[in-house]
């Protein structure tokens, strides 16, 4: 195997890792106006991600630094091009990351209701636009000689795209609420599997007829295999929430997302980013990838560094590994908002 095909690999890991990761948290958030009923409830289900979803981001990161290192070409093209959806995610996250550190800071229904707001928009966006930006990554997008994208945010919003964001969306809802029944306790932890049980028929149907388009129109023999796991998959995560078996299902849902991800890489390999213009003009892992001096470094660097990632990473799961529920929730202890505006003008004056 050489260097190029190495990193492509390395690459697609680290994505299916943060598809897995993120996609819980982001089901969490997205499912927060559905299963709170009370604030305490909703402090619940926060505090089941609070630990270790700016973890689970390091693999975003990782994995964007991975493609601007291995493959700059492709990074270029796929920044420049997808520019829009992007600064949406990341707005998406930035708005829910400050929504958790200031949430509790304030005791004040309006308060909590705003930064409520935000921890669902930054779930659902970022759930909904990654399914639409990798549906189109597979299919092809218009690029020119000069590997410059030519389309503009209209481009993406195609059938195909907006089947892979609709896909995302269900399967990280889906994928949240039975790690949900998983973490919690008591009538969330009900609530939230029956709600599993809810979404694990659209989300089957949804994900089945994505997977089936993927594979006939861009999919590789092999790849037929990722298809069946993924749905036999999704079929034991309904009946384990059926039944109430939320670890089973949880790991379902994670084999489920693996092999999604896997199926998107699979199809387009050789290929990083198809054109739909000119197959010559399309960028491949050898045409777009950095010398191979920069990929030995990045090796010695990935293979030193990776596994230290993944061991404290490890144990901040083992750390946080009990449920929660409503009684093990303190009262909250932010600044009433009286004394709020009081400490605001004392600072101004």
């Known amino acids: 195997m050489d260097l190029v095909t190495f990193w492509f690999i390395l690459i697609t890991v680290l994505w299916v890792v943060y598809f897995v990761l993120e996609g819980f948290d ?12 009370t604030d305490t409830e909703r402090r619940v289900l926060i505090n089941t991600i609070a630990p270790v979803w700016d973890g689970n981001e390091v693999w975003l990161i990782t994995a964007g630094a991975a493609i601007f290192a291995a493959f700059p070409e492709w990074y270029a093209t796929l920044f420049s091009g997808f520019y829009l959806p992007l600064l949406l995610i990341l707005a998406g996250l930035i708005a829910r990351g400050v929504a958790f550190e200031y949430r509790g800071t304030i005791e004040s229904d309006r308060w909590r209701r705003t930064w409520d707001g935000a921890i669902i928009f930054g779930s659902v966006v970022p759930a909904l636009l990654w399914g639409v930006a990798f549906a189109n990554i597979v299919a092809g997008v218009p690029i020119d000689a ?4 030519t389309g503009s945010l209209l481009t993406l919003l195609n059938p195909y795209g907006l089947l892979g964001g609709l896909t995302t969306l269900l399967l990280f809802a889906f994928h949240g609420a039975l790690f949900l029944g998983l973490r919690t306790e008591g009538e969330i932890r009900t609530r939230a599997i029956d709600l599993g049980a809810k979404l694990a028929l659209p ?3 949804v994900a089945a007829v994505f997977a089936v388009w993927t594979q006939l129109a861009h999919g590789q023999a092999w790849t037929w295999a990722l298809v069946v796991i993924a749905a036999l998959a999704l079929i034991n995560a309904g009946y384990c929430a ?3 078996q939320e670890g089973r299902g949880f790991a379902s849902t994670s084999i489920a997302t693996v092999a999604a991800v896997v199926l998107l890489f699979g199809s387009l390999f050789p290929d990083v980013m198809p054109s739909s213009t000119s197959a010559a003009f399309s960028l491949t892992i050898h045409n777009a990838s950095s010398t191979h001096y920069t990929l030995v470094v990045m090796s010695w660097v990935a293979c030193l560094m990776t596994p230290v990632v993944i061991l404290y990473q490890a144990w901040t799961y083992w750390v946080f590994r009990h449920r929660i529920g409503v009684a093990k929730i303190p009262p909250g202890h932010g600044l ?3 004394a709020k505006k009081a400490t605001t003008t004392e600072a101004a004056v």
Do not use: A, C, S
């Not at 982001?26 to 009923?37: R, T």
């Not at 000069?146 to 994208?149: G, L, R």
């Open 26 to 37: 982001f089901g969490v958030g997205m499912l927060l106006p559905f299963l709170g009923k």
């Open 336 to 338: 009433l908002w009286d």
């Open 203 to 205: 989300t089957i149907v």
């Open 146 to 149: 000069d590997k410059q994208f």
């Open 242 to 244: 059926l039944k109430h």
